[in-house]
């Protein structure tokens, strides 16, 4: 008898979309002279979490509590505060959390996947509030540093709040709500590369980071009908 064939962990549009997302943060690190070494080496690390979180692998969050990290560090370099509070102090901890969630709620066994979940309807309407509370919080400390682009930070405080919230949850809309934060955070850049072109590599970067949060929205949404599906009693 023939062996099965084991299936590869990565399907061959996941390696293009991650060797793509890769090459391009790398090409423009090159063309547009970007920030250092650790710019580089956080975008790389970046994009890698993302494809693993597409997979509902834990490794994602453990990559991206590195990413958090490092790019705090950038952010203080451009008086992008409310970036580097919102990273160090919020998102990297709560992906901390987030990964030790992940950990403790494999899909029927198998730790290099999550079960997803599903937030009840007043579950939503308290992270909105949580969200709201937060967001008037950092506001007034980000105003208090004197923070760049005061307005899109204040945002991206509450997109990247709401973000972690519902990783945290194991919710399929953290990646939706990730994407919305590329959004705020590829403006931010744009508006720091009018000054410094080098920053231009960080746009990009984030360019590439929407791409792979709205396919990790898809991923999610099938994983999430497929355990449904699966839990089903026969």
């Known amino acids: 008898m023939k062996r099965e ?8 549009g996941e390696i ?4 793509g997302s890769a090459a391009v943060i790398l ?17 790389l690390i970046g994009v890698t979490s993302l494809i693993f979180n597409a997979k509902g692998n834990p490794i994602g969050q453990a990559l991206m509590v590195v990413f958090s990290i490092l790019y705090g560090i950038i952010s ?3 008086a992008y505060y409310g970036e580097m509070i919102t990273y160090l102090g919020m998102t990297g901890p709560m992906a901390l959390a987030a990964l030790i969630a992940w950990l403790r709620h494999p899909f029927k066994g198998n730790k290099a996947e999550v079960a997803a979940a599903r937030l009840s309807r007043k579950e939503t309407a308290f992270m909105l509030l949580l969200t709201a509370a937060v967001t008037a919080v950092f506001y007034f400390v980000l105003r208090f540093f004197n923070t760049a682009s005061l307005a899109l930070s204040t945002l991206s405080v509450a997109t990247s709040f709401a973000a972690v ?5 194991r919710s399929p809309y953290f990646a939706l709500v990730y994407a919305m934060n590329d959004v705020v955070l590829i403006a931010l850049w744009v508006i720091a590369a009018q000054s410094e072109q ?6 990009i ?9 709205l396919y990790g929205f ?11 599906s699966a839990s089903k009693p026969m």
Do not use: H
């Not at 919230?165 to 949850?169: A, F, I, K, P, V």
């Not at 080098?198 to 746009?203: A, F, H, K, L």
């Not at 590439?208 to 949060?213: E, Q, R, S």
């Open 198 to 203: 080098s920053y231009v590599s960080v746009v």
């Open 27 to 43: 090409i423009a690190f090159v063309l547009f002279r970007g920030q250092g070494v650790l710019s580089a080496a956080a975008s």
């Open 16 to 19: 293009v979309l991650w060797g």
């Open 165 to 169: 919230y519902l990783t945290w949850r």
């Open 76 to 78: 203080w370099g451009f």
């Open 205 to 213: 970067c984030f360019v590439m980071f929407l791409v792979n949060d």
């Open 5 to 12: 064939q084991k299936q590869p962990y990565f399907t061959k």
């Open 218 to 228: 898809l991923c999610w949404r099938r994983m999430q009908r497929r355990q449904e």
